[in-house]
């Protein structure tokens, strides 16, 4: 197993997915954990990670310096790199030149980590790769028994390495995707030069996490918000596999969902995994609290409001819940703790990313916190959920109350749901909903003229967005077959009265955003 230590990067996380991802079982722990720890631990290889600070000023992070003397292979990355040459007695300097994003460095063939792992090889016969670089100090002079394994022009010694003792260093971020041979290069690390088998995988994870949970809770009750969601779906059945009974999910229906979901979610967990779910319906309430409110933020602020309102009342009926358990992931995560820093502008508030509020004075228990989006699914069919449940698109929180423009109606919810349910059957039907990110249907409380046998028509109108994302920070619109927006079209307005002209939302992200409110 590796052992990996965390000097404070924002991309520490994304080591252990990617050693997770070459099957070998990995721990992160702070770079100050007791060296009794590390020895006990007995790691086959440690990987030390980057971080914010520079080793050029004191009482910076260090390594301990067990570290140095287990025996086994230690790769540094960025700060580990440069933390591991200052330790070892080599210099570390400042740049005047920052380097920051996409680099081409030249790959010595000779060390054991790079060799035959290049993107392009140049007119010399030498390997280029393709690096994700964010330093401002760099190694300027090798410890003893190191050699140069990496270089370009700002950063001469991109990479370090004492073959005899298999001590690496690399400048750049092999975690990161952008370092495109980044997988391969951890790979060799885990594989080859520690000598780690393929030992780990989602069924000894599911294991692990089921272990964690009961260690941690006890004989606790835990409450948990289910919304049909994946996250929140995955959550439930971890925990009902961990500790059964003493968990109890608070399913909210607000009026806002999709076809049938209520239904969906209580047949999946209560009925069939014999979750005990409490299905509060507070679509009347929802309703009540929207009529009249047209503005999207206030709406958004509403639903969240309620929300909370709703859930407390219920939980206060669960007087020995010690937990509350959250979906939070680790994209979630990053990104809140992101906006504490970076003060992003806030363009929608998203009601359910904070959490519920503190007076619920429940301890919070968030199993999936460091699973990426894609290791949640694995997670999920391998605790035995349906696949269509697991690979769900995302919906929000406010669900069909932002796809709703303006004043919500019981009336439009429902004409929405129904234009919402063929537009996603045509697209599992046809191949695209595992190719398109998201896809829905949005409400326009506007009327056109249409004719329909030999009458008149004055009825509402849907618009269809469908959009590819990596992360849902930007987006394409999707390329929809003509045929398939033809028959989408054609099925909304003759099934549903009430709507009698559908629209194609050809807008990116930015400048529009994926949902219209
Ligand atoms: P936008 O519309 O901001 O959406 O481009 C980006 C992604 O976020 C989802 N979204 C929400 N998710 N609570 C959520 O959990 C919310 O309040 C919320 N608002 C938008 C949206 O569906 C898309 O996937």
Not at 61 to 88: I, K, S
């Amino acid at each position: 197993k590796i052992l990996i230590l965390d000097f404070g990067s924002q991309y520490t996380q994304l080591i252990a997915r990617r050693v997770r991802e070459t099957n070998v079982y990995c721990e992160l722990h702070s770079y100050d954990v007791d060296e009794a720890f590390i020895r006990a631990f007995d790691p086959a290889g440690i990987i030390l990670s980057g971080g914010p600070a520079s080793v050029i000023e004191e009482e910076t992070p260090r390594a301990p310096q067990v570290v140095f003397e287990l025996g086994v292979p230690v790769l540094g990355t960025c700060y580990g790199m440069q933390t591991m040459a200052a330790q070892l007695g080599g210099a570390v300097e400042n740049s005047m030149q920052r380097e920051f994003g996409y680099a081409e460095v030249r790959a010595q063939g000779h060390s054991a980590l790079l060799r035959d792992i290049q993107d392009r090889v140049n007119e010399a016969g030498h390997g280029l790769l393709d690096v994700w670089m964010s330093h401002g100090d760099k190694v300027t002079v090798l410890p003893e028994g190191f050699k140069i394994i990496a270089s370009n022009a700002a950063t001469p010694i991109a990479g370090m390495a004492d073959e005899t003792r298999r001590f690496y260093g690399l400048q750049f971020h092999s975690e990161v995707t952008h370092t495109l041979q980044g997988k391969a290069i951890i790979a060799r690390f885990v594989h080859d030069i520690c000598g780690i088998g393929y030992d780990w995988n989602m069924p000894d994870y599911v294991e692990e996490a089921i272990g964690r949970v009961r260690s941690e809770v006890g004989s606790d009750e835990v409450i948990l918000g289910l919304s049909g969601g994946v996250d929140s779906s995955v959550v439930a059945a971890l925990l009902h596999r961990a500790i059964g009974e003493q968990l109890t999910c608070v399913f909210v229906d607000n009026g806002l969902l999709r076809l049938n979901e209520a239904e969906q979610v209580m047949e999946t967990f209560a009925k069939n995994l014999g979750v005990k779910v409490i299905h509060v319906d507070a679509s009347t309430e929802f309703m009540k609290h929207l009529t009249g409110v047209t503005e999207p933020e206030q709406k958004r602020k509403i639903i969240g409001r309620e929300f909370v309102e709703v859930f407390q009342r219920e939980s206060a009926k669960l007087p020995n819940a010690k937990w509350l358990a959250q979906g939070t992931i680790y994209p979630d995560v990053i990104e809140s703790a992101g906006a504490k820093t970076k003060k992003a502008h806030a363009i929608k508030s998203h009601h359910n990313v904070g959490g519920l509020p503190e007076s619920l004075h429940l301890k919070l228990l968030e199993p999936l916190r460091e699973l990426f989006k894609d290791e949640v699914r694995e997670l999920g069919i391998a605790l035995g959920l349906p696949h269509d449940m697991v690979y769900r698109h995302p919906f929000p929180g406010p669900g069909l109350g932002v796809r709703i423009l303006g004043e919500v109606k019981q009336e439009y919810a429902d004409l929405l749901r129904r234009a919402d349910a063929i537009f996603i059957e045509e697209l599992r039907a046809s191949g695209w909903y595992e190719k398109t990110s998201q896809a829905f249907a949005v409400f326009l409380p506007v009327k056109s003229v249409g004719v329909m046998g030999d009458g008149r028509t004055y009825d509402y109108v849907v618009a269809l967005r469908a959009v590819q994302t990596q992360d849902f920070m930007t987006a394409h619109w999707a390329e929809l077959p003509y045929t398939l927006l033809g028959k989408v079209s054609n099925r909304i307005i003759n099934e549903i009265r009430g709507i009698n002209r559908v629209v194609y939302d050809i807008s990116g992200k930015p400048p529009a955003t994926i949902e219209w409110e």
